[in-house]
Nanobody, 120 residues
Framework: VQLQASGGGLVQAGGFLRLACAAS????????MGWFRQAPGKEREFVSA????????YNPDSVKDRFTISRDNAKNTVYLQMNSLRPEDTAVYYC??????????????WGQGTLVTVSS
């Protein structure tokens, strides 16, 4: 599976962005899709994941109620709508495929990352 993330950029605190991750190479619908992020000097952390039917999971400590994950199986694309952005959301965001719907799951495939910068 090849994953291509897009949609990152510079936004002011309180603003929003929508990330997209396009998948190719395998049957997209079979995969749990996840979003992770890595801030400068920090470890990569789980953000959200979604299974084929739309059931989703969020990191409750950081993004719940502000971020929404969704997927369009016809377009082989998963999205992350990020609202009420905070400076601490600044990170490189990665999409991943092939895990389980579990916050501690490992994933088999990774995209290249897209940078989100939130200014205060």
């Amino acid at each position: 599976v090849q994953l291509q993330a897009s949609g990152g950029g510079l936004v002011q605190a309180g603003g929003f962005l929508r990330l997209a991750c396009a998948a190719s190479g395998q049957t997209f619908i079979n995969y749990v899709m996840g979003w992770f992020r890595q801030a400068p000097g920090k470890e990569r952390e789980f953000v959200s994941a979604i299974n084929w039917s739309g059931r989703s999971l969020y990191n409750p400590d950081s993004v719940k109620d502000r971020f929404t994950i969704s997927r369009d199986n016809a377009k082989n694309t998963v999205y992350l709508q990020m609202n009420s952005l905070r400076p601490e959301d600044t990170a490189v965001y990665y999409c991943a495929a092939g895990g389980l719907l579990d916050i501690n799951s490992r994933y088999n495939y990774w995209g290249q990352g897209t940078l989100v910068t939130v200014s205060s």
